[in-house]
T-cell receptor
Framework: SQQGEEDPQALSIQEGENATMNCSYK?????LQWYRQNSGRGLVHLIL???NEREKHSGRLRVTLDTSKKSSSLLITASRAADTASYFC??????????WGAGTKLIIKP | DADVTQTPRNRITKTGKRIMLECSQT?????MYWYRQDPGLGLRLIYY???????NKGEISDGYSVSRQAQAKFSLSLESAIPNQTALYFC?????????FGPGTRLTVL
């Protein structure tokens, strides 16, 4: 069964705006990871945040983690058309397996 | 060259046929995974292998089998394909944390 849920399921914004998507999970984790999937293609790792970290940045990406609420958010700033994709969060437990959310489909309108 | 390759990329087959999907990786990782993805859903783990002699069932292993021929090769078989196995199949490999994905195999069972 899937670990958590992502919110929203779909998001459509204008190019240049910021996009925020959220992920909730149910059990204890070692880390939480975000991946991007362009239509029908393989997933690409974006960023990893460990359970003892609260915030992490990578370029235009900002990830936060709140272990007390079992939730994470991914912020993409100054969105571009190339950011159009589905974004998935995945939590890793002590067995090193990843458990996936259902994803957020992001559309950037020109 | 891609780190993780999958063959075939697309396959249409009939109910009852045996199908094998192949995966090779050049990352030098011990861990390999097979996932399936259905529309609107995240990834579900079929089988995983932490080394050549270690094979484990995932969330949805019924109707599937795997073979780990070498550190770099991990194949997935559908012994007798059925229409609800129509999906996008991904192979992945990892060290201890982030996973690297192949481009996927789109399988249609008629």
């Amino acid at each position: 069964s899937q670990q958590g849920e992502e919110d929203p399921q779909a998001l459509s914004i204008q190019e240049g705006e910021n996009a925020t998507m959220n992920c909730s999970y149910k059990t204890s984790i070692n880390n939480l990871q975000w991946y991007r999937q362009n239509s029908g293609r393989g997933l690409v790792h974006l960023i990893l945040i460990r359970s003892n970290e609260r915030e992490k940045h990578s370029g235009r990406l900002r990830v936060t983690l709140d272990t007390s609420k079992k939730s994470s958010s991914l912020l993409i700033t100054a969105s571009r058309a190339a950011d159009t994709a589905s974004y998935f969060c995945a939590t890793q437990d002590s067995n090193y397996q990843l458990i996936w959310g259902a994803g957020t489909k992001l559309i950037i309108k020109p | 060259d891609a780190d993780v390759t999958q063959t075939p990329r697309n396959r249409i087959t009939k109910t009852g046929k045996r199908i094998m999907l192949e995966c090779s990786q050049t990352k030098g990782h011990d861990r390999m995974y097979w996932y399936r993805q259905d529309p609107g859903l995240g990834l579900r783990l079929i089988y995983y292998s932490f080394d050549v002699k270690d094979i484990n069932k995932g969330e949805i292993s019924d109707g599937y089998s795997v073979s780990r021929q070498a550190q770099a090769k991990f194949s997935l078989s559908l012994e007798s394909a059925i229409p609800n196995q129509t999906a996008l199949y991904f192979c992945a490999t990892s060290g201890r944390e982030r996973q690297f994905f192949g481009p996927g195999t789109r399988l249609t069972v008629l």
